[in-house]
């Protein structure tokens, strides 16, 4: 794939922050995820791509916007065939009571190279480069926090995991706690969590944990970029659900590795920060109608990885400035 179709990924986060950061802290999450998802398409639009969402915001007759399913893209002749993964707010509940770590990400990889994954719930554990081969998301906590620990060269006291703040974690933050480990917890943002522990200086070791399905392959494809390792298996808490990943092709007792949620090294991911966050920082606004993003753009092929600041003149780009 065209390498610069990165840097056009990065323009697409930054329309959904833009439009999301001006409700930050108004307390409704809806409006704050409808103009994160009226920017992105703004922009995604405009590239030349034949996309199909594999990873969106519910079903067609859930979501008014990017759905699953959905054909996107200028699909000129010619134009590269891709699954397109996408969250216009990863944390909207950050995003109307003003907490940290909201951020909006998008995902690219040639067409049937991203999972197609429900919209349910997600058993997962990731890591960085180098603790890569040494987990496993049906391993004994125990065993899995002291292989980390070895991989990384480091007390089992200095290990740092960090999980959702949810009442069904309890049994994993007591297993830590007698173990001594370190424990973040966080509300929101699952996607943001597991890239962390692919940056050393941000302190986090090692994420546990059930979360959303969708974000796992979002988060799957930024850490296949940038080495790391991601298991996950679809976690059905319904009779619908297991019937819906069946009608998918979805195997829910399957652990599915790296290679089964992101085929191949032609993977794009691109994250712009809400709001302030441990790897992003969040859309500041300036005097005469400015605005400052914060992004990161990753491409799997060559490992590379840029982080973006952009000022952005919103009298220029009036669709932003609301």
């Given at each position: 794939?065209d390498?610069n179709l990165?840097?056009n990924?990065a323009?697409?986060t930054?329309?959904?922050?833009?439009?999301?950061?001006k409700?930050?802290?108004?307390?409704?999450?809806?409006?704050?995820?409808?103009a994160?998802?009226?920017g992105?398409?703004s922009?995604?639009d405009?590239l030349?791509i034949?996309?199909v969402?594999?990873?969106?915001?519910g079903?067609?007759?859930?979501?008014?916007?990017?759905?699953?399913?959905e054909?996107i893209?200028?699909?000129?002749?010619?134009?590269?065939k891709?699954?397109?993964?996408?969250?216009?707010?990863d944390?909207t509940?950050c995003?109307?009571?003003?907490l940290p770590?909201a951020v909006?990400?998008?995902?690219?990889a040639p067409?049937?190279?991203?999972?197609?994954?429900?919209?349910?719930?997600?058993?997962?554990i990731?890591?960085?480069p180098?603790?890569?081969?040494?987990?496993?998301?049906?391993?004994?906590?125990k065993?899995?926090?002291?292989?980390?620990?070895?991989?990384?060269?480091k007390?089992?006291?200095d290990l740092?995991?960090?999980?959702?703040?949810?009442?069904?974690?309890e049994g994993?933050?007591?297993?830590?706690r007698e173990l001594?480990?370190?424990?973040?917890?966080?509300?929101e943002?699952?996607?943001?969590?597991?890239?962390?522990?692919?940056?050393?200086?941000r302190?986090?070791d090692i994420?546990l944990?059930?979360?959303?399905a969708?974000?796992?392959?979002?988060?799957?494809a930024?850490?296949?970029?940038?080495g790391g390792?991601?298991q996950g298996?679809?976690?059905?808490?319904?009779e619908?659900?297991?019937q819906?990943?069946e009608?998918?092709?979805?195997?829910?007792n399957?652990?599915l590795?790296?290679d089964?949620l992101?085929?191949g090294d032609?993977?794009?991911?691109?994250?712009?920060?809400?709001?302030?966050?441990?790897?992003?920082?969040?859309?500041?606004?300036y005097g005469?109608?400015m605005?400052?993003?914060?992004s990161?753009?990753?491409?799997?092929?060559?490992?590379?990885?840029?982080?973006i600041?952009a000022i952005?003149?919103?009298d220029?780009?009036p669709?932003?400035a609301?």
């Open positions: 794939m390498r990165a840097l990924l323009r697409v930054e329309a959904a922050a833009l439009g999301a950061a409700y930050m802290g108004r307390g409704d999450k809806n409006i704050a995820d409808q994160a998802v009226d992105m398409r922009m995604i405009t030349n034949d996309g969402v594999v990873i969106g915001e079903e067609m007759d859930e979501a008014p916007m990017l759905y699953i399913g054909q893209g200028k699909a000129t002749s010619g134009a590269i891709v699954d397109i993964a996408v969250d216009p707010v944390g509940n995003v109307a009571k003003g770590n909006a990400v998008v995902a690219i067409r049937g190279h991203l999972l197609n994954a429900p919209d349910m719930y997600m058993d997962k990731a890591v960085g180098k603790a890569k081969g040494v987990i496993r998301l049906d391993a004994p906590v065993e899995n926090l002291y292989n980390v620990a070895k991989a990384l060269n007390n089992i006291t740092t995991v960090t999980m959702l703040d949810r009442e069904r974690h994993i933050i007591k297993e830590c001594g480990v370190r424990i973040k917890l966080f509300q943002g699952d996607v943001a969590a597991a890239l962390a522990t692919c940056f050393e200086d302190g986090i994420m944990g059930i979360g959303g969708p974000e796992g392959v979002i988060a799957a930024a850490l296949k970029c940038m390792e991601f298996r679809l976690v059905p808490y319904e619908e659900e297991r819906r990943c009608k998918m092709g979805v195997d829910c399957k652990v590795l790296l089964d992101v085929k032609e993977v794009f991911f691109a994250a712009t920060g809400i709001s302030e966050g441990d790897l992003l920082n969040g859309v500041t606004y005469n109608n605005a400052k993003t914060h990161v753009v990753m491409r799997a092929e060559t490992g590379t990885i840029r982080f600041e952005h003149k919103l220029k780009k669709e932003y609301k």
